[in-house]
């Protein structure tokens, strides 16, 4: 119970209740290296999950995982004019490659051998584009080589200054997928299929709704033609991107000399796409569901589904209902279910009951011998709820409650992203808005920068996306509402992590 306890509030602040979510589920851990951070078994699993989810979708659409190299020449970084000025700022390099002994003790112990710097430096991957690229210059010569479909799986370091765990990370881990096709069509046909793919891993495996739709030329990625992606809003209104997915155009084309020989004879650039999404989105995840009491875990991802928990008193009890506890979880096993049985005898039962609801597991059994007499099991919901089942149809309703709860998390995230979101705003509303609670606001945009800036600069808020048909207002805003000017798309504002 204590335990329990020790999670500061969300309402007393939102920040120090994500790390404490963080560390009493055991997810992840601040490491000796300042901005990484550890994954602990339990947050990695959660990772496997989805990774797993993902990477069945990407083959399900035609992709192929590779490996690429971690480091890349600095000189690759230069070659896309746009693309080195958005990664120039947090790279990390290797410059030399031997320590030598200094015949000291401590710290002072050894030092960089000046005699092993590098000619080139090399780069420590952001982000592949440009060594992927050089390698497809090499491998695509003809229209039937396009379209050309891999992902690979990977760590990035991106050398961040303000950190967080999940959420922004000097390195962390993530798929990178990188396309090439024969025409512009095509890769907007891609950019397009994947941003579709993260949308329904965002709402069916996560329970996370999404909002999906293009960046504003200021928001895209460093050395794109288009980027879109899906945002989802946060339980404190604050937005995350969940993933991108950008057509490249042919800058990369050009700039590594990705060419192929067309159906007619002639010479033309490819056209490339790349898209990622990273364990940021274990962050959204966290942010999405928990509580007060921990970690809410959507089925679908929860490393545990069922915890199951004997009670007993005496050493005769404690065989009839760990016996019984065996079959249940023998009988869940083989349904699927990720099951895990709680036979410590160190450990009163309340106390597990607040372990298991702080690592998020959705349905906890308990079985004790009063249960047992009547044939039945205490299920209780992670959500909230707990009745009676009869150990006979256990698996069917286990399996019916872990739905359920996938479900209704979905549908509690789309309620309160709608409650926190206004739409048609003027710009005094919504300078209150940002200044207030925060969330989605929906409002006409003139297309200018300049609108974009003072709007970040006096609110925190930017344009998460120019939201797709779907998600646009029934009637289209028709001045900015910012500088009052004829408005070309309606925009999604928010704060933003
Ligand atoms: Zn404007």
Redesign the pocket.
Known sequence: MAQAQRITPRAKDFSEWYNDVIMHAELADYSPVRGCMVIRPHGYRIWELMQGALDGMFKATGHRNAYFPLFIPMSFLAKEAEHVEGFAKEVALVTHTRLKATGKTGAGAVMVDPTSELEEPLVVRPTSETIIYAMFAKWIQSYRDLPLLLNQWCNVVRWELRTRLFLRTTEFLWQEGHTAHVDEADAEREARTILGVYRRFAEEWMAMPVLTGVKTESEKFAGALRTYAIEALMQDNKAIQGGTSHNLGQNFARAFGVQYQTAAGGLEHVWNTSWGVSTRLVGGLIMTHSDDNGLVAPPQLAPVQVAIVPIWKSDEERGQVSGVGGQVKADLERAGVRVELDLRDNVKPGAKYFEWEALGVPVRLEIGPRDLAAGQTMLARRTGGKAPTPIAGVVAAVITALAEIQRGLLEAAKQRREQASIRGVTKAQFIEFMKGSGGFAYGG??G?G??EMEIKEQTGATIRVLPDPEFRSREAPKT?M????PSVAEAVWAQAY
Do not use: E, R, S, Y
Request: proline share 0%; hydrophobic share 20%; net charge positive.
């Open positions: 945009f003139c200018g300049t609108c900015c910012w500088c009052g000017k």
